[in-house]
């Protein structure tokens, strides 16, 4: 198989579109309509179906895709390793949650910028559950993610510990108020946030029955709509210092065994540890210590 076919047909499956991969690939539709039937009679096997919408990936191209993402990683690897000289150096592709961003990482990433300007930092932000899917596809290099996790292919390390704590409009004094709220609501991110997980099962646990969540992207736009009265929402206690600070949201905290969560770094486990990921890391251990906020504003 050739390496160049499998790229084109994991951006397709990707995609679900033979057009939009080959925006991506920068070629025409015909080109990769073309290596796709190529890699397809290679196979012996139908990697899509073709209906009016797109293409959808056959079982049979499910059970080649991971292999994919590993064949690509190990030729970047092989390539990263030759021209690694020891200097940190290069792309280094990583994903964070958007609280962990905002809260723990930007002193972080601006220190390790200026130490090693050699290097090209990316960073993406997505729920735990994405972030974990695509550094197992081997798309990104590492994550910062909310724990547990368990997975054999992954190599995880605690970096900061959160406290967690529901947030409210300021008036509600109490949470066993909102055993009296009719249609109370959540505001959250998108499904495979592991903090609307943990939000929906202490609910659960006090009885509340909840109206249908709310979706957002932002923390800005989550903490603006528990501010208005919209919904309730769970969040790491410095995210939301400032509003509580400026008395635009209440804060009830939580007993340890609900509020206190690990964030921790996630990559694979056979990856090529680059000179600049051997340096990342170097500077993320010592944060480990990180312990609760204080419990004032």
């Given at each position: ?37 190529v ?15 797109g ?35 290069g ?12 809260l ?13 300007p ?7 932000t ?7 899917d695509?550094?197992?596809e ?29 947030v ?53 736009a ?8 919209v919904?309730i ?23 340890p ?41």
């Amino acid at each position: 198989m050739n390496i160049s076919d499998l790229r084109f047909f994991e951006a397709v499956s990707r995609h679900g579109s033979m057009n939009r991969a080959a925006q991506e690939l920068h070629t025409v539709q015909s080109n990769v309509t073309a290596r796709i039937r190529v890699l397809e009679e290679e196979l012996g096997v139908s990697l899509f179906q073709r209906h009016a919408r797109g293409v959808s990936t056959t079982p049979a191209g499910q059970r080649i895709l991971p292999f994919v993402g590993r064949i690509t990683k190990l030729l970047a690897d092989a390539r990263a390793a030759a021209q690694d000289d020891g200097s940190p150096s290069g792309a280094l592709l990583l994903g964070s949650l958007e609280t962990t961003t905002a809260l723990r990482l930007s002193p972080l990433l601006s220190q390790f910028a200026k130490s090693y300007p050699e290097v090209r930092l990316v960073v993406t932000t997505g729920t735990t559950r994405k972030l974990l899917d695509e550094v197992i596809e081997c798309r990104l290099e590492g994550a910062f993610v909310a724990g547990p996790v368990s997975h054999p292919d992954l190599d995880q390390q605690v970096v900061f510990q959160e406290e967690l704590v529901l947030v409210t409009s300021r008036s509600i004094h109490s949470m066993d108020e909102l055993v009296k709220i009719t249609d109370l609501r959540t505001i959250v991110f998108q499904i495979g946030c592991s903090y609307r997980q943990r939000l929906e099962t202490l609910l659960a646990e006090m009885g509340i029955v909840t109206a249908k969540p709310l979706e957002f992207g932002s923390l800005d736009a989550i903490i603006s709509c528990v501010s208005a009265g919209v919904g309730i929402a769970l969040l790491p206690k410095g995210i939301v210092a400032a509003a509580w600070q400026d008395g635009r949201v209440a804060v009830h905290e939580l007993p340890p065994e609900r509020s206190l969560v690990d964030t921790l770094f996630v990559r694979r486990s056979d990856a090529y540890t680059s000179s600049a990921m051997t340096a990342l890391l170097d500077m993320v251990r010592p944060k480990s210590a990180t312990g609760p906020l204080s419990s004032k504003p």
